[in-house]
């Protein structure tokens, strides 16, 4: 069965720091992972999307990673900002018309 | 302007209504979606139209009943309302069925059930 796992479930860190978020997948065949952040009381936006033949994206201080052997990616979030507190959520897609695949997210508290 | 819109944003009402949501999107796009989003956070997929037609039902009740006058709307139709439709409501489209067009999501309706 076609999975998104995300770790960790939950991550509290310091202004100014980074962090990274995982998501590991059993999507196959693959076609592009996704990774979408959505703050409290909006919808999803996405941040970056990535194919195959694609290991690392940046969108600002967001910067994915993509390993497609070992079906891992990470988020990895520079110079953290309050702002960034959210969910991070993980989408894998397979080649063809079939539903996205959803992560359970990660939420991302920043304090001060 | 807003890409996807959702009305209402907040819904309340009590077990056996029936209620719609309503949807638009005005980016031109083929496909659009119905996902649910529990307490839990995790965005579940219910139907997906292209160009009107129905193109996944992903196990959903049949008290849940899409309609799609147009490829720039989709609404959601809940009959007989029940305390585990409690949820948010999202819609969201994409330019293509393919795997590789972008999802836009619209800001989500709250539905509250009593």
């Known amino acids: 069965k076609n999975q998104v796992e995300q770790s960790p479930q939950s991550l509290i860190i310091l202004e100014g720091k980074n962090c990274t978020l995982q998501?590991?997948?059993?999507?196959?065949?693959?076609?592009?992972l996704r990774w979408y952040k959505q703050d409290t009381g909006r919808g999803p936006v996405s941040l970056t999307i990535?194919?195959?033949?694609?290991n690392t994206k940046s969108n600002g201080r967001y910067t994915a990673t993509l390993d497609a052997d070992t079906k891992q990616s990470s988020l990895h979030i520079t110079a953290s900002q309050l702002s960034d507190s959210a969910s991070y959520i993980c989408?894998?897609?397979?080649?063809?018309?079939?539903?996205?695949?959803f992560g359970k997210g990660t939420r991302l508290s920043v304090i001060a | 302007d807003t890409a996807v819109s959702q009305t209402p944003k907040y819904l309340v009402t009590q077990m056996g209504n029936d209620k719609s949501i309503k949807c638009e999107q005005n980016?031109?796009?083929?496909?659009m979606y119905w996902y649910k989003q529990d307490s839990k956070k995790f965005l579940k997929i219910m139907f997906s139209?292209?160009?009107?037609?129905?193109?996944i039902n992903e196990t959903v009740p049949n008290r849940f009943s899409p309609k799609s006058p147009d490829k720039a709307h989709l609404n959601l139709h809940i009959n007989s309302l029940e305390l585990g439709d409690s949820a948010v409501y999202f819609c969201?489209?994409?330019?293509?069925?393919?795997?590789?067009?972008?999802?836009?999501f619209g800001e989500g309706s709250r539905l509250t059930v009593l």
């Open positions: 989408v894998v897609s397979e080649t063809g018309n079939t539903p996205l695949v």
């Open positions: 998501c590991n997948y059993t999507v196959s065949p693959f076609s592009n």
């Open positions: 980016l031109g796009h083929d496909t």
């Open positions: 969201a489209s994409r330019p293509t069925t393919g795997a590789a067009g972008e999802l836009f």
């Open positions: 139209y292209n160009n009107k037609e129905l193109i």
């Open positions: 990535m194919t195959f033949s694609e």
